[in-house]
């Protein structure tokens, strides 16, 4: 994230804390230059039963025909919860309601220091978006709410986001995983390795790793993880 925000990086795939830091100016040299969009689709997918590319059909025309898009299915955000042993179970919900309601839910994500992005309908309403672009709002010379320059590109952006976009890969060996291709996607950045000899070496370690946990039990997590019948 520093890269990017001290003008170091051209680009960043990441979560949406990009658009809080980029308009602090105590983390960013670069407020006001700053673009954001949808992750990236793809226009060929790959036919299981043929084992050839294919064009894709496109799950979003309105934004890009002939584009698919994996769907959003993050997981394991922020959550609150009461437990049935809690002895004032009125006073927590009170507190969650305090953290949840549209007022304060809309001053967490404004805030570049709470890590919270927008996560309910009424953050992308039009009718906040003054809120946005207000002055910056300081706190014993701290600043808690940033003016966002770009917020209606920044909120576009991440509502699309949230409706087309990549399911977060949930299974065991997880890291395991997400390690050999990061791994590898920097060998391709540093010109260690093309793209192709990268992404076959990621494909037999991502066997390896498969076979170690068992193909018949990673695929019902799985499918489990997307609520899929198993």
């Known amino acids: 994230m520093n890269e990017f925000t001290q003008g170091r990086a051209l680009m960043i795939l990441t979560a949406g804390d990009v658009g809080p830091w980029a308009n602090d100016p105590e983390k960013s040299s670069i407020k006001g230059k700053v673009g954001y969009a949808i992750c990236p689709g793809s226009k060929e997918v790959w036919d299981r039963k043929e084992e050839t590319w294919i064009p894709a059909e496109g799950n979003f025309p309105e934004y890009a025909p002939g584009v698919n898009f994996k769907v959003y299915a993050i997981w394991g955000g922020w959550c609150v919860s009461i437990t049935k042993t809690c002895k004032h179970p009125d006073a927590a919900w009170d507190l969650i309601y305090r953290v949840a309601c549209l007022k304060s839910s809309l001053e967490d994500i404004m805030d570049a220091g709470t890590g919270y992005q927008p996560y309910r309908y009424s953050h992308y309403d039009p009718l906040y978006l003054d809120e946005w672009y207000a002055p910056p709002v300081y706190e014993d010379d701290m600043l808690v709410k940033p003016q966002y320059v770009d917020a209606k590109e920044y909120l576009e952006a991440y509502k699309l986001n949230q409706l087309y976009q ?50 018949d039990k990673m695929l019902k997590a799985y499918r489990e993880g997307l609520g899929l019948p198993t």
């Open 166 to 215: 990549y399911p977060e890969l949930r299974l065991p060996g997880q890291a395991r995983y997400l390690d050999v291709l990061t791994t590898y996607v920097n060998k391709v950045i540093s010109g260690e390795m093309d793209a192709k000899a990268a992404l076959d070496t990621v494909a037999r370690e991502w066997d390896r790793i498969t076979d170690d946990y068992g193909r």
